[in-house]
């Protein structure tokens, strides 16, 4: 099953809030994909997992990542680029097998006025050194506060509408 990915570990993100929008969006669409949110992470798996250790904690999510041929990373700004976290993770997961020619489609938020510009580009050289095949649509969330009403669905049309194209996009990849 494809994989979106929250890439945060910190708890109530908004990230998790998109990464959900998303997956509804998806099933509207008759497209199942599961979510795997960086807080399901085991808590010390910079220490179990790294460097060649391979923890049982890890297993399940590693064959989920295996699994998956085509993602959606949600990635937030922090400090002006991705969470470490999502580094840590990437180093973590098997190499070449997790991402090696895989498909990935690049969503970036902030709370501040740029929406995770260069976190997805510096992202996107990641990828492209596991030689994933990156959609070239990017979508850049900014301000997400002020973008997702109550229920966590997003009320602007023009916002909607880029964030459709994309689905559509990462679907006939
Ligand atoms: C460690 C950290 C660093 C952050 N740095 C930035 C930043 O550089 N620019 C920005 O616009 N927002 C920054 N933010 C705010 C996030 O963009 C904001 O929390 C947003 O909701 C997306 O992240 P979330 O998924 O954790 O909620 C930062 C947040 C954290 C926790």
Known sequence: MNLI?????RERS?????????QQELARKGENWKILSLTELPANFSI????????SDFEPIQKMVSDAQKFI???????????????????????????YHKKIALVGLSSGKYGNIR????????????????????IHL???QDELDEEQQFH????????HEQIEEIIRF
């Open 5 to 9: 990915i929250s890439g945060t570990n």
């Open 48 to 55: 179990s997992d790294l460097y060649g250790k391979r923890s």
């Open 119 to 138: 976190g997805l580009d510096h992202f996107t050289g990641v990828c492209n050194y596991m030689r994933m095949h990156v959609l070239p649509l990017k």
């Open 73 to 99: 990373f949600i990635i937030p700004e922090y400090n002006g680029s991705f969470p470490g976290i999502l580094k840590l993770f990437v180093d973590a997961c098997a190499f070449p097998a997790s991402y």
């Open 14 to 22: 908004n990230s998790i809030k998109v990464a959900q929008y998303y």
């Open 156 to 163: 602007d049309e023009l916002t909607r509408k880029f964030i």
């Open 142 to 144: 900014a301000k997400i």
